[in-house]
């Protein structure tokens, strides 16, 4: 029997930015969402993300735009843009630097246009559920995930999937998450949960990630 999908926030972005020139990560995604079987759930966490990340990524094109428009222009100087975020931007000016000003501006304005659209119709059209709303999602779990992960994003969306595990069959927890939820540091968090806080019986969503899959 096909288990229900708890997406993160990753799965949805990816998926819709992609291209025929895409990453493969980002194909996988496209294609998993694509190629749909069971019910497919997100979480308030995953859709305040969401909105992080359009503001953010808008944020980004911004500065690259000033790169181009001047190559004196420092990414590290900026107070706009984080250092992690730093690389990504750099990329993007590479790819788009050789372009005339209006040119760049023009395609970034496309692939955000692009990207809301996709999330926008994915949202009304192929999510079956919306749970746990972000003022339900408990502190103490979320709390208790971040002594072990350091993204606070990621241990709300995982405290919201093991907030709904409580009462539902088995489903699996999609992720595109090679840092913090790899296969590897998923079991060290469930060994951690059961040695920790055994009275509870914490009972954690199948991990699938994609960055990990064939």
């Known amino acids: 029997m096909e288990k229900d999908s708890f997406l993160d926030t990753n799965v949805i972005f990816n998926y819709s930015t992609y291209n025929e020139q ?22 308030g966490a995953v859709l305040e993300e969401l909105q992080e990340i359009m503001v ?15 190559q004196n222009y420092s990414f590290e100087e900026d107070h ?18 050789n372009l005339r000003l209006e040119e760049a501006s023009l395609e ?23 749970v746990i709303p972000i003022e339900q999602i408990q502190t103490e779990l979320i709390n208790k995930i971040h002594n072990i992960i350091s993204n606070h994003a990621d241990c709300k969306i995982l405290a919201s999937a093991l907030q709904l595990q409580r009462e539902r069959e ?15 540091s998923y079991d060290f968090l469930k060994d951690q949960f ?4 055994p009275n509870e019986k914490y009972k954690f969503p199948e991990l699938l990630n994609l960055m990990f899959v064939c």
């Open 108 to 130: 970034l304005a496309k692939e955000r246009d692009l990207s809301k659209i996709m999330i926008e119709k994915f949202l009304s059209v192929q999510i079956d559920e919306k």
């Open 22 to 43: 895409s990453k493969e990560i980002v194909k996988k995604c496209y294609l998993y969402i694509y190629n749909k079987t069971e019910k497919f759930i997100v979480c």
């Open 170 to 184: 088995l489903f699996l927890f999609v992720t595109a998450d090679g840092k913090d939820l790899d296969p590897n």
């Open 56 to 70: 953010k990524r808008a944020r980004i094109h911004k500065i690259v735009i000033k790169k181009i428009a001047d």
């Open 194 to 197: 059961e040695l920790n806080y």
């Open 80 to 97: 706009l843009i984080s250092k992690r975020d730093i690389p990504f931007a750099k990329q993007l000016y590479e790819r788009l630097k």
